[in-house]
């Protein structure tokens, strides 16, 4: 069965600082690769997703992630924080065993203080 | 263009009663599927629809069911509700599982 491991529940950083969001899958087969945001009271959004190519993934808000297969993992990374992605975060893998679901990640909350 | 669009966004029902959800998905979209989140258990998977036909059910009591429709829009049902089904149900579409998905805003049910 597919799985989906974020290592950190929550993540302080201070605006303009660098961070970086783990995550780590388990399967046996290609998988597609996803990282989701959620803000308060909202459903989440697609933040960028690995299907294929080159390892370095770029997506919106100037995040970006990198697919390493060696390490089954696909972390999450913005070189410079506002207090606006103070948000959670979740890590997402689809296709392969799975069939047609998605199975998430208990998501990453990241805290961007002032 | 519009959105994924949820309704009710808030409900409050009693133990025992049923509950219907509806989603709208964007247009163009076949794929529907449903979310239960909770703070305890994150993101659990209830079920895909893709043209009217269930594709994967996740692992949830026969209480939790749904159907799409001809026009995508899906519905979910919980019928003799209990405390925990209390959660934000979230549905999302997509043109399929490589696209990733797009989600509405959820409902949150409370049950009392």
């Known amino acids: 069965a597919q799985s989906v491991t974020q290592l950190d529940s929550q993540v302080p950083v201070f605006e303009e600082a660098p961070v970086e969001l783990r995550c780590n899958y388990s399967?046996?087969?290609?998988?597609?690769l996803f990282w989701y945001v959620q803000y308060p009271n909202q459903g989440l959004q697609l933040l960028l997703k690995?299907?294929?190519?080159?390892?370095l993934v770029k997506g919106i808000n100037g995040f970006e992630a990198e697919f390493n297969k060696s390490q089954t993992s696909f972390h999450l990374r913005k070189p410079s924080v506002h207090i606006s992605d103070t948000a959670e975060y979740f890590c997402?893998?689809?296709?392969?065993?799975?069939?047609?679901?998605?199975?998430f990640g208990a998501g990453t909350r990241l805290f961007v203080k002032a | 263009k519009a959105g994924v669009t949820q309704t009710p966004r808030y409900l409050i029902k009693t133990r025992g009663q049923q509950v219907t959800l509806s989603c709208s998905p964007i247009?163009?979209?076949?794929?529907v599927s449903w979310y239960q989140q909770t703070p305890g258990q994150g993101l659990q998977f209830l079920f895909e629809?893709?043209?009217?036909?269930?594709?994967n059910k996740g692992n949830f009591p026969g209480r939790f069911s749904g159907r799409q429709f001809s026009n995508s829009r899906s519905e979910m049902n919980v019928s003799t509700l209990e405390l925990g089904d209390s959660a934000l149900y979230l549905c999302a579409s997509s043109f399929g599982s490589n696209y990733g998905y797009t989600f509405g805003s959820g409902t949150r049910l409370t049950v009392v």
């Open positions: 997402a893998v689809g296709g392969g065993t799975g069939g047609f679901k998605t199975i």
């Open positions: 247009s163009g979209h076949r794929s």
């Open positions: 629809y893709f043209s009217e036909t269930q594709r």
């Open positions: 690995y299907l294929s190519g080159s390892t």
């Open positions: 399967s046996s087969v290609s998988v597609y």
